[in-house]
C-alpha cells in the first residue's frame, strides 16, 4: 500500500526558503512518478514539480522554474521540495503525489495521480 507523508511547511517572509519532505512508503522510485502540487483556498490544484519514474528526469511548472528544486533521497524514501526566494503567491497547501502510469502528456493533471498525501501548509508574508 502507498502512504504518503509531508512535512515542512510553515510561515515565513517573502524571499525565504523552505524545504518540504514527501516520505513515500511502498514506492519504488524506477515505478513511480512522484510529485509536488499546490493549492491556494478558492483556487484549482496545480502542478508544481514532479520526478519521471524511470528517467529519474525533474520538470517544473513555469511559475517556480528556478527557485524551487524537486529531488529524493531512495534511502530514506524521501522526495524534497527545495523552495528559494518565496514570493506571497506561493502561498498555498502542498501536496505530495505519486503514479505508476502517468504519460507525459498528462502530467500535470492531478485526476491523474493515484496517491496524496494530506497536504502541508504553506504560508509566504509580503
Known amino acids: 500500500q502507498v502512504q504518503l507523508v509531508e512535512s515542512g511547511g510553515g510561515l515565513v517572509q517573502a524571499g525565504d526558503s523552505l524545504r518540504l519532505s514527501c516520505v513515500a512508503s511502498?514506492?519504488?522510485?524506477?515505478?513511480?512518478?512522484l510529485g509536488w502540487f499546490r493549492q491556494a483556498p478558492g483556487r484549482e490544484r496545480e502542478f508544481v514539480a514532479n520526478l519521471w519514474r524511470s528517467t529519474g528526469r525533474a520538470y517544473y511548472a513555469d511559475s517556480v522554474k528556478g527557485r524551487f528544486t524537486i529531488s529524493r533521497d531512495n534511502a530514506k524514501s524521501t522526495v524534497y521540495l527545495q523552495m528559494d526566494s518565496l514570493k506571497p503567491e506561493d502561498t498555498a497547501v502542498y501536496y505530495c503525489?505519486?503514479?505508476?502510469?502517468?504519460?507525459?502528456?498528462?502530467?500535470?493533471?492531478?485526476?491523474?495521480?493515484?496517491?496524496w498525501g494530506q497536504g502541508t501548509q504553506v504560508t509566504v508574508s509580503s
Open positions: 503525489a505519486a503514479d505508476p502510469n502517468l504519460i507525459l502528456s498528462t502530467m500535470t493533471n492531478p485526476s491523474q495521480y493515484k496517491t
Open positions: 511502498g514506492v519504488t522510485s524506477s515505478s513511480y512518478t
